[in-house]
Protein backbone atom coordinates (compact mmCIF):
# COMPACT_ATOMS: atom_id res chain seq x y z
CA UNK A 1 0.00 0.00 0.00
CA UNK A 2 1.52 3.61 -1.19
CA UNK A 3 0.72 4.37 3.03
CA UNK A 4 3.28 2.08 4.20
CA UNK A 5 6.12 3.38 1.76
CA UNK A 6 5.15 6.90 2.95
CA UNK A 7 5.55 6.03 6.15
CA UNK A 8 9.23 4.93 5.89
CA UNK A 9 9.61 8.28 4.20
CA UNK A 10 8.12 10.29 7.12
CA UNK A 11 9.45 8.48 9.36
CA UNK A 12 12.69 9.51 9.07
CA UNK A 13 11.36 13.06 9.78
CA UNK A 14 11.25 12.15 13.42
CA UNK A 15 7.61 12.08 13.92
CA UNK A 16 5.52 8.78 12.41
CA UNK A 17 2.65 9.15 11.03
CA UNK A 18 0.83 7.14 13.58
CA UNK A 19 1.90 9.58 16.20
CA UNK A 20 0.78 12.62 13.85
CA UNK A 21 -2.75 10.43 13.30
CA UNK A 22 -3.22 10.46 16.81
CA UNK A 23 -2.26 13.89 17.28
CA UNK A 24 -4.72 15.11 14.19
CA UNK A 25 -7.55 12.75 15.92
CA UNK A 26 -6.94 14.53 19.64
CA UNK A 27 -7.71 17.69 17.42
CA UNK A 28 -10.76 16.63 15.54
CA UNK A 29 -12.39 15.27 18.99
CA UNK A 30 -11.58 18.69 20.35
CA UNK A 31 -13.21 20.68 17.97
CA UNK A 32 -15.68 18.28 17.13
CA UNK A 33 -18.99 20.26 18.05
CA UNK A 34 -17.57 23.26 15.70
CA UNK A 35 -16.68 21.23 12.86
CA UNK A 36 -19.49 18.97 13.01
CA UNK A 37 -21.60 22.30 12.96
CA UNK A 38 -19.66 23.88 10.15
CA UNK A 39 -20.12 20.56 8.28
CA UNK A 40 -23.71 20.24 8.49
CA UNK A 41 -23.73 23.89 7.63
CA UNK A 42 -21.93 23.77 4.65
CA UNK A 43 -24.67 20.59 3.65
CA UNK A 44 -27.60 22.61 3.92
CA UNK A 45 -25.74 25.46 1.88
CA UNK A 46 -24.87 22.98 -0.79
CA UNK A 47 -28.10 21.69 -1.18
CA UNK A 48 -27.59 18.58 -0.34
CA UNK A 49 -29.65 15.74 1.00
CA UNK A 50 -32.41 17.80 0.49
CA UNK A 51 -35.02 14.37 0.80
CA UNK A 52 -33.69 14.38 4.63
CA UNK A 53 -35.09 17.08 7.38
CA UNK A 54 -32.55 19.52 9.21
CA UNK A 55 -32.72 17.27 12.66
CA UNK A 56 -32.40 13.54 10.75
CA UNK A 57 -28.99 15.37 8.30
CA UNK A 58 -27.42 16.56 11.79
CA UNK A 59 -28.01 13.30 13.87
CA UNK A 60 -26.38 11.18 10.76
CA UNK A 61 -23.66 13.97 10.49
CA UNK A 62 -23.01 13.62 14.38
CA UNK A 63 -22.73 9.73 12.94
CA UNK A 64 -20.87 10.43 10.45
CA UNK A 65 -18.37 12.37 12.09
CA UNK A 66 -17.33 9.73 14.93
CA UNK A 67 -17.44 7.13 12.14
CA UNK A 68 -14.96 9.06 10.52
CA UNK A 69 -12.77 10.06 13.17
CA UNK A 70 -12.76 6.61 15.02
CA UNK A 71 -11.56 5.27 11.50
CA UNK A 72 -9.08 7.93 10.82
CA UNK A 73 -7.46 6.48 14.42
CA UNK A 74 -7.90 2.56 13.96
CA UNK A 75 -7.49 2.81 9.85
CA UNK A 76 -10.06 -0.07 10.16
CA UNK A 77 -12.24 0.61 7.56
CA UNK A 78 -15.16 -2.59 8.38
CA UNK A 79 -17.20 -0.49 10.70
CA UNK A 80 -17.59 2.61 8.30
CA UNK A 81 -18.38 0.44 5.56
CA UNK A 82 -20.88 -1.28 8.12
CA UNK A 83 -22.61 1.99 8.74
CA UNK A 84 -22.28 3.13 5.42
CA UNK A 85 -24.05 0.47 4.49
CA UNK A 86 -26.73 0.47 7.11
CA UNK A 87 -27.49 4.43 6.11
CA UNK A 88 -27.51 3.64 2.90
CA UNK A 89 -30.23 1.15 3.27
CA UNK A 90 -31.90 3.75 5.26
CA UNK A 91 -31.67 6.68 2.52
CA UNK A 92 -31.82 5.27 -0.52
CA UNK A 93 -35.89 4.20 -0.17
CA UNK A 94 -35.75 8.38 -0.05
CA UNK A 95 -34.37 9.39 -2.86
CA UNK A 96 -30.88 10.06 -1.84
CA UNK A 97 -28.44 10.26 -4.87
CA UNK A 98 -25.16 8.98 -5.58
CA UNK A 99 -23.61 12.52 -5.99
CA UNK A 100 -25.09 13.91 -2.99
CA UNK A 101 -23.44 11.05 -0.86
CA UNK A 102 -19.96 11.44 -2.41
CA UNK A 103 -20.73 15.15 -1.48
CA UNK A 104 -21.37 15.25 1.89
CA UNK A 105 -18.29 13.00 2.13
CA UNK A 106 -16.16 15.23 0.12
CA UNK A 107 -17.59 18.28 2.15
CA UNK A 108 -16.95 16.96 5.64
CA UNK A 109 -12.92 15.88 4.28
CA UNK A 110 -12.74 19.52 2.96
CA UNK A 111 -13.97 20.54 6.37
CA UNK A 112 -11.53 18.92 8.37
CA UNK A 113 -8.61 19.74 6.11
CA UNK A 114 -9.34 23.31 6.12
CA UNK A 115 -9.01 23.15 9.91
CA UNK A 116 -5.94 21.31 9.70
CA UNK A 117 -4.65 24.16 7.31
CA UNK A 118 -5.42 26.96 9.93
CA UNK A 119 -3.73 25.13 13.09
CA UNK A 120 -0.76 24.01 11.27
CA UNK A 121 -0.20 27.08 8.74
CA UNK A 122 2.14 28.43 10.79
CA UNK A 123 4.33 25.33 10.37
CA UNK A 124 4.35 24.46 6.59
CA UNK A 125 7.03 21.40 7.00
CA UNK A 126 4.66 19.91 9.72
CA UNK A 127 1.62 20.72 7.90
CA UNK A 128 2.63 18.71 4.83
CA UNK A 129 3.33 15.48 7.06
CA UNK A 130 -0.16 15.91 8.91
CA UNK A 131 -1.46 15.87 5.33
CA UNK A 132 0.28 13.11 4.11
CA UNK A 133 -0.52 11.17 6.47
CA UNK A 134 -4.28 12.80 6.54
CA UNK A 135 -4.99 12.55 2.98
CA UNK A 136 -4.77 8.81 2.39
CA UNK A 137 -6.81 8.18 5.20
CA UNK A 138 -9.13 10.51 3.94
CA UNK A 139 -9.48 8.98 0.26
CA UNK A 140 -9.87 5.90 1.76
CA UNK A 141 -12.90 6.93 3.53
CA UNK A 142 -14.42 8.42 0.76
CA UNK A 143 -13.92 5.83 -1.61
CA UNK A 144 -15.42 2.78 0.79
CA UNK A 145 -18.51 5.07 1.43
CA UNK A 146 -19.06 5.60 -2.20
CA UNK A 147 -18.77 1.86 -2.59
CA UNK A 148 -20.50 0.83 -0.29
CA UNK A 149 -23.59 2.97 -1.47
CA UNK A 150 -23.28 1.96 -4.74
CA UNK A 151 -23.45 -1.58 -3.84
CA UNK A 152 -25.83 -1.33 -1.76
CA UNK A 153 -28.32 0.69 -4.43
CA UNK A 154 -27.13 -2.25 -6.89
CA UNK A 155 -28.53 -5.03 -4.41
CA UNK A 156 -32.02 -2.99 -3.86
CA UNK A 157 -32.05 -2.71 -7.65
CA UNK A 158 -31.48 -6.37 -8.64
CA UNK A 159 -34.09 -6.93 -5.46
CA UNK A 160 -36.37 -5.19 -7.34
CA UNK A 161 -36.26 -6.45 -10.76
CA UNK A 162 -36.63 -9.69 -9.28
CA UNK A 163 -40.06 -9.04 -7.79
CA UNK A 164 -40.83 -7.32 -11.02
CA UNK A 165 -39.77 -10.34 -12.64
CA UNK A 166 -41.89 -12.66 -10.06
CA UNK A 167 -45.16 -10.10 -10.45
CA UNK A 168 -45.44 -9.47 -13.88
CA UNK A 169 -45.61 -13.54 -14.84
CA UNK A 170 -48.82 -14.34 -13.49
CA UNK A 171 -49.82 -18.11 -14.97
CA UNK A 172 -53.68 -18.48 -14.62
CA UNK A 173 -56.04 -20.99 -14.30
CA UNK A 174 -59.43 -19.68 -15.94
CA UNK A 175 -61.19 -22.76 -16.55
CA UNK A 176 -60.18 -26.51 -15.91
CA UNK A 177 -57.21 -27.54 -18.40
CA UNK A 178 -57.46 -23.55 -19.76
CA UNK A 179 -54.69 -21.40 -18.55
CA UNK A 180 -53.62 -17.58 -19.22
CA UNK A 181 -50.37 -16.54 -19.39
CA UNK A 182 -51.08 -12.36 -20.06
CA UNK A 183 -47.85 -10.51 -20.36
CA UNK A 184 -46.79 -6.96 -19.84
CA UNK A 185 -43.61 -5.10 -20.23
CA UNK A 186 -40.92 -5.59 -22.05
CA UNK A 187 -39.65 -8.91 -22.62
CA UNK A 188 -35.91 -9.64 -22.57
CA UNK A 189 -34.23 -13.25 -22.76
CA UNK A 190 -33.89 -14.27 -19.51
CA UNK A 191 -37.29 -13.43 -18.59
CA UNK A 192 -38.67 -14.98 -21.92
CA UNK A 193 -36.47 -18.36 -20.53
CA UNK A 194 -38.35 -17.77 -17.07
CA UNK A 195 -41.86 -16.83 -18.32
CA UNK A 196 -41.23 -20.29 -20.68
CA UNK A 197 -40.26 -22.42 -17.45
CA UNK A 198 -43.40 -21.22 -15.52
CA UNK A 199 -45.63 -21.80 -18.29
CA UNK A 200 -44.39 -25.31 -18.72
CA UNK A 201 -44.34 -26.19 -15.06
CA UNK A 202 -48.22 -24.57 -14.63
CA UNK A 203 -48.74 -26.77 -17.42
CA UNK A 204 -47.98 -29.50 -15.85
CA UNK A 205 -49.34 -28.87 -12.29
CA UNK A 206 -52.55 -27.64 -13.60
CA UNK A 207 -52.72 -30.40 -16.77
CA UNK A 208 -53.52 -27.82 -18.71
CA UNK A 209 -54.52 -28.88 -22.54
CA UNK A 210 -54.80 -25.05 -23.84
CA UNK A 211 -52.89 -22.14 -23.25
CA UNK A 212 -53.82 -18.75 -24.32
CA UNK A 213 -50.88 -15.84 -24.07
CA UNK A 214 -51.80 -12.70 -24.15
CA UNK A 215 -49.16 -10.11 -24.99
CA UNK A 216 -51.49 -6.97 -25.61
CA UNK A 217 -49.32 -5.55 -22.76
CA UNK A 218 -45.44 -5.86 -24.85
CA UNK A 219 -44.80 -2.43 -26.81
CA UNK A 220 -42.30 -3.84 -29.18
CA UNK A 221 -41.40 -7.80 -30.56
CA UNK A 222 -38.38 -7.75 -32.52
CA UNK A 223 -37.01 -11.42 -34.05
CA UNK A 224 -35.60 -12.92 -30.38
CA UNK A 225 -38.53 -12.20 -28.53
CA UNK A 226 -40.05 -14.06 -31.68
CA UNK A 227 -37.95 -16.44 -31.54
CA UNK A 228 -38.54 -17.00 -28.14
CA UNK A 229 -42.81 -17.27 -28.12
CA UNK A 230 -42.19 -20.04 -30.97
CA UNK A 231 -39.97 -21.88 -28.49
CA UNK A 232 -42.86 -21.29 -26.00
CA UNK A 233 -44.86 -22.84 -28.25
CA UNK A 234 -42.96 -25.38 -29.19
CA UNK A 235 -41.88 -26.74 -25.77
CA UNK A 236 -45.83 -26.51 -24.61
CA UNK A 237 -46.55 -28.42 -27.79
CA UNK A 238 -43.85 -31.17 -26.44
CA UNK A 239 -45.91 -31.24 -23.23
CA UNK A 240 -49.56 -31.57 -25.12
CA UNK A 241 -50.42 -28.32 -24.89
CA UNK A 242 -51.83 -25.91 -27.24
CA UNK A 243 -50.86 -22.20 -27.19
CA UNK A 244 -52.94 -19.58 -28.63
CA UNK A 245 -51.27 -16.09 -29.33
CA UNK A 246 -53.35 -13.13 -28.61
CA UNK A 247 -53.62 -9.05 -28.77
CA UNK A 248 -50.82 -8.63 -31.58
CA UNK A 249 -50.96 -5.13 -32.66
CA UNK A 250 -51.30 -3.64 -35.70
CA UNK A 251 -47.16 -2.74 -34.87
CA UNK A 252 -46.26 -5.97 -33.96
CA UNK A 253 -47.71 -7.90 -36.88
CA UNK A 254 -46.39 -5.41 -39.35
CA UNK A 255 -42.53 -6.03 -37.58
CA UNK A 256 -43.00 -9.50 -37.61
CA UNK A 257 -43.75 -10.01 -41.38
CA UNK A 258 -41.29 -6.77 -42.21
CA UNK A 259 -38.37 -9.59 -40.08
CA UNK A 260 -39.61 -12.99 -41.85
CA UNK A 261 -40.50 -14.48 -38.56
CA UNK A 262 -42.25 -17.14 -39.38
CA UNK A 263 -45.04 -17.53 -37.08
CA UNK A 264 -46.97 -20.07 -39.54
CA UNK A 265 -47.12 -22.77 -36.21
CA UNK A 266 -48.61 -20.38 -34.04
CA UNK A 267 -52.47 -20.00 -33.54
CA UNK A 268 -53.42 -16.46 -33.08
CA UNK A 269 -56.32 -15.01 -32.52
CA UNK A 270 -57.39 -10.91 -32.48
CA UNK A 271 -57.79 -10.52 -28.72
CA UNK A 272 -57.84 -12.06 -25.31
CA UNK A 273 -61.71 -12.44 -25.45
CA UNK A 274 -61.07 -14.44 -28.77
CA UNK A 275 -58.66 -16.70 -27.67
CA UNK A 276 -60.38 -17.67 -24.71
CA UNK A 277 -63.47 -18.23 -26.84
CA UNK A 278 -61.06 -20.43 -28.99
CA UNK A 279 -59.17 -21.81 -26.09
CA UNK A 280 -63.14 -23.07 -25.08
CA UNK A 281 -64.05 -24.38 -28.39
CA UNK A 282 -60.93 -26.60 -28.56
CA UNK A 283 -61.79 -27.54 -25.15
CA UNK A 284 -65.16 -28.34 -26.27
CA UNK A 285 -67.00 -26.08 -23.95
CA UNK A 286 -69.86 -24.23 -25.12
CA UNK A 287 -71.15 -21.01 -23.08
CA UNK A 288 -74.47 -19.37 -23.70
CA UNK A 289 -76.78 -16.83 -21.31
CA UNK A 290 -78.93 -18.46 -18.59
CA UNK A 291 -82.69 -18.68 -20.62
CA UNK A 292 -81.11 -18.46 -24.17
CA UNK A 293 -81.35 -21.59 -26.04
CA UNK A 294 -77.77 -23.00 -26.42
CA UNK A 295 -77.96 -23.17 -30.09
CA UNK A 296 -78.47 -19.84 -30.65
CA UNK A 297 -74.77 -17.65 -30.98
CA UNK A 298 -74.15 -14.94 -28.93
CA UNK A 299 -73.51 -11.78 -31.32
CA UNK A 300 -71.89 -8.64 -30.09
CA UNK B 1 -32.25 -52.31 -20.31
CA UNK B 2 -34.86 -53.40 -22.43
CA UNK B 3 -37.91 -51.41 -22.27
CA UNK B 4 -40.72 -53.30 -21.43
CA UNK B 5 -44.26 -53.34 -24.05
CA UNK B 6 -47.08 -53.56 -22.82
CA UNK B 7 -50.19 -54.40 -24.50
CA UNK B 8 -53.49 -52.93 -23.74
CA UNK B 9 -56.57 -53.49 -25.97
CA UNK B 10 -55.92 -52.19 -29.30
CA UNK B 11 -52.48 -50.01 -27.87
CA UNK B 12 -49.50 -50.81 -27.07
CA UNK B 13 -47.83 -48.82 -24.29
CA UNK B 14 -43.82 -48.35 -23.68
CA UNK B 15 -42.67 -46.95 -20.88
CA UNK B 16 -39.12 -46.41 -20.46
CA UNK B 17 -38.29 -46.65 -16.55
CA UNK B 18 -34.70 -45.17 -17.05
CA UNK B 19 -32.28 -43.46 -18.80
CA UNK B 20 -31.17 -44.79 -22.17
CA UNK B 21 -28.09 -45.99 -23.96
CA UNK B 22 -28.53 -45.43 -27.81
CA UNK B 23 -28.41 -49.74 -28.20
CA UNK B 24 -31.72 -49.97 -26.31
CA UNK B 25 -33.43 -46.54 -27.71
CA UNK B 26 -32.73 -49.15 -31.44
CA UNK B 27 -34.13 -51.86 -29.68
CA UNK B 28 -36.97 -50.38 -28.60
CA UNK B 29 -37.94 -48.72 -31.90
CA UNK B 30 -37.30 -52.52 -33.44
CA UNK B 31 -39.77 -53.77 -30.96
CA UNK B 32 -42.38 -51.31 -31.44
CA UNK B 33 -42.29 -51.25 -35.33
CA UNK B 34 -42.21 -55.31 -34.85
CA UNK B 35 -45.29 -55.38 -32.51
CA UNK B 36 -47.45 -52.99 -33.94
CA UNK B 37 -48.05 -55.25 -37.22
CA UNK B 38 -48.22 -58.40 -35.03
CA UNK B 39 -50.98 -57.51 -32.71
CA UNK B 40 -52.59 -55.13 -35.26
CA UNK B 41 -52.72 -52.24 -32.87
CA UNK B 42 -53.74 -48.85 -33.33
CA UNK B 43 -51.64 -46.83 -31.43
CA UNK B 44 -48.75 -46.30 -29.68
CA UNK B 45 -47.57 -44.83 -26.24
CA UNK B 46 -44.13 -44.00 -25.43
CA UNK B 47 -44.20 -42.60 -22.01
CA UNK B 48 -40.86 -40.74 -21.59
CA UNK B 49 -41.95 -39.79 -18.13
CA UNK B 50 -39.16 -40.97 -15.92
CA UNK B 51 -36.56 -39.10 -18.92
CA UNK B 52 -35.18 -35.84 -17.26
CA UNK B 53 -32.74 -35.76 -20.23
CA UNK B 54 -33.34 -36.09 -23.90
CA UNK B 55 -30.74 -36.45 -26.39
CA UNK B 56 -30.86 -35.62 -30.09
CA UNK B 57 -30.41 -39.18 -31.20
CA UNK B 58 -32.99 -40.08 -28.97
CA UNK B 59 -35.24 -37.46 -30.17
CA UNK B 60 -34.62 -38.60 -33.57
CA UNK B 61 -35.43 -42.13 -33.11
CA UNK B 62 -38.65 -41.57 -31.27
CA UNK B 63 -39.35 -39.19 -34.61
CA UNK B 64 -38.29 -42.05 -36.39
CA UNK B 65 -40.64 -44.77 -34.76
CA UNK B 66 -43.63 -42.71 -34.62
CA UNK B 67 -42.94 -41.96 -39.14
CA UNK B 68 -42.41 -45.90 -38.91
CA UNK B 69 -45.47 -46.81 -37.05
CA UNK B 70 -47.47 -44.21 -38.94
CA UNK B 71 -46.28 -46.00 -42.64
CA UNK B 72 -47.57 -49.50 -40.60
CA UNK B 73 -50.87 -47.47 -40.76
CA UNK B 74 -50.98 -46.84 -36.40
CA UNK B 75 -50.45 -43.64 -34.69
CA UNK B 76 -48.08 -42.97 -32.50
CA UNK B 77 -48.09 -40.57 -29.05
CA UNK B 78 -44.97 -39.52 -26.82
CA UNK B 79 -46.05 -38.78 -23.35
CA UNK B 80 -44.68 -37.00 -20.20
CA UNK B 81 -42.31 -35.09 -21.52
CA UNK B 82 -41.07 -32.52 -18.30
CA UNK B 83 -41.15 -29.52 -18.65
CA UNK B 84 -37.17 -28.86 -17.92
CA UNK B 85 -36.68 -31.26 -21.06
CA UNK B 86 -39.42 -29.67 -23.16
CA UNK B 87 -37.27 -26.44 -22.67
CA UNK B 88 -33.67 -27.52 -23.31
CA UNK B 89 -35.38 -29.55 -27.04
CA UNK B 90 -36.55 -26.21 -28.26
CA UNK B 91 -33.42 -24.91 -27.29
CA UNK B 92 -31.57 -27.76 -28.87
CA UNK B 93 -34.06 -27.10 -32.13
CA UNK B 94 -35.57 -30.74 -31.66
CA UNK B 95 -38.95 -30.21 -31.42
CA UNK B 96 -40.73 -33.46 -32.35
CA UNK B 97 -42.61 -31.99 -35.50
CA UNK B 98 -45.60 -34.05 -36.83
CA UNK B 99 -45.17 -36.65 -33.42
CA UNK B 100 -48.38 -36.03 -31.57
CA UNK B 101 -47.60 -35.51 -27.78
CA UNK B 102 -49.66 -35.52 -24.61
CA UNK B 103 -49.58 -34.02 -20.97
CA UNK B 104 -48.67 -37.84 -19.45
CA UNK B 105 -50.39 -41.89 -20.02
CA UNK B 106 -54.04 -40.57 -19.61
CA UNK B 107 -53.92 -37.77 -22.29
CA UNK B 108 -52.45 -40.00 -24.59
CA UNK B 109 -55.18 -42.75 -24.52
CA UNK B 110 -57.80 -39.95 -24.36
CA UNK B 111 -55.80 -38.51 -27.79
CA UNK B 112 -55.85 -41.93 -29.38
CA UNK B 113 -59.15 -42.93 -28.61
CA UNK B 114 -60.68 -39.78 -30.47
CA UNK B 115 -58.59 -40.24 -33.37
CA UNK B 116 -60.97 -42.04 -36.52
CA UNK B 117 -61.30 -45.64 -36.33
CA UNK B 118 -59.81 -46.17 -39.77
CA UNK B 119 -57.16 -48.51 -41.58
CA UNK B 120 -59.34 -51.55 -40.86
CA UNK B 121 -57.46 -51.99 -37.80
CA UNK B 122 -59.82 -53.25 -34.49
CA UNK B 123 -56.87 -54.30 -31.85
CA UNK B 124 -57.48 -57.96 -32.49
Do not use: C
Not at chain 1, 129 to 146: F, K, Q
Not at chain 2, 43 to 69: E, K, N, Q, Y
Request: zero cysteines.
Amino acid sequence: MAKQEEATFIQSAAESPTALLRELVAHLRQNRTQLREEWARRITEAGLLTAMSREEVFAEATTVYDNYVAVLETGSVEALEAYARDLSERIIPRGVETHEVLGIVLLLRDVLARSLFKKYQSDIALLNRVLDAYEPAANRIANTVGVSFVQERERVIRQQQEAIRELSTPVLQVRARLLILPIIGVIDPQRARQLTEQLLRGIRSNRAKVVVIDITGVPAVDATIANHLVQAVDASRLMGATVIVTGLSSSIAQTLVTIGVDLAKMKTVGDLQGGIEEAERLLGYKVSRVGEAPAQEETG
Amino acid sequence: MRVPILKQHSYLIASIQSALTDDDLLQLRDDLVAQIGRFRSRGAIVDVTALDVMDSFAVRTLRGVAHMIRLRGAQTVIVGIQPEVAFSMVQLGLTLEEVATALDLEEGLAYLDDQPKSNGRHGE
